[in-house]
């Protein structure tokens, strides 16, 4: 009798125990953070960055969502830099190892056209330059050939930028020249 009656009784801690993991489980925290929505403007030019939160999982690939619309009052327009496209990305850690990527573009000079009002999708770039001494080769080799964007644990300063010319390749040419900065926690 005695050994039926510890039975619920341990049975029913058994089941509280279960039901107060499960609980811690779903409220451990979570990357957190809170949702990036930046716009930057120029003459007729708009550059919008999204990042779904601004904490973040080391192992998660970042969802960096960049886009560059012409708005202005012609039909179409263009910009002229880079052949790898007039939005550069850069990344900077704080503090930590001091590793910096980004900001590498090409030295032609290529006409990049946009309708009016058509935000164009842009892929987040991966640069880095750096002398064969650095003791981050290895790690910025490893970084650029990732497929998807992922940064060690750590806070990253981003900076999602313009850099081109609003008339053909001529030194004395308006440049467009928006930036967006913003921080991401990688945990």
């Known amino acids: 009798m005695r050994s039926r009656?510890?039975?619920p009784i341990v049975a029913a801690l058994a089941l509280g125990a279960v039901a107060m993991l499960s609980g811690c489980d779903s409220a451990a925290p979570g990357p957190g953070g809170e949702p990036i929505d930046l716009r930057a403007q120029q003459a007729g030019w708009v550059l919008?960055?999204?990042?779904?939160s601004s904490a973040l999982l080391s192992i998660d690939a970042i969802d960096l969502r960049t886009t560059l619309t012409w708005?202005?009052?012609?039909?179409k327009a263009s910009i002229w830099g880079s052949g790898m496209g007039p939005v550069t990305f850069q990344?900077?850690?704080v503090g930590g190892a001091g590793r910096q990527m980004g900001g590498a573009m090409t030295a032609?000079?290529?006409?990049?056209e946009y309708?009016?009002?058509?935000?164009?999708a842009i892929p987040a770039g991966k640069g880095w330059l750096t002398e064969g001494s650095?003791?981050?080769l290895a790690f910025y080799q490893a970084w650029s050939n990732d497929p998807a964007l992922h940064l060690p644990a750590g806070t990253w300063k981003l900076v999602v930028g313009t850099d081109g010319m609003l008339a053909p390749c001529d030194i004395n040419a308006p440049t467009l020249k928006l930036s967006i900065p913003f921080v991401l926690t990688l945990r």
């Open 5 to 7: 009656g510890l039975r």
């Open 108 to 112: 032609d000079c290529a006409q990049h």
């Open 134 to 136: 650095d003791p981050n």
């Open 91 to 93: 990344y900077a850690e």
């Open 48 to 52: 919008e960055v999204r990042v779904p």
């Open 115 to 120: 309708a009016q009002g058509v935000p164009v």
């Open 71 to 75: 708005t202005g009052p012609a039909a």
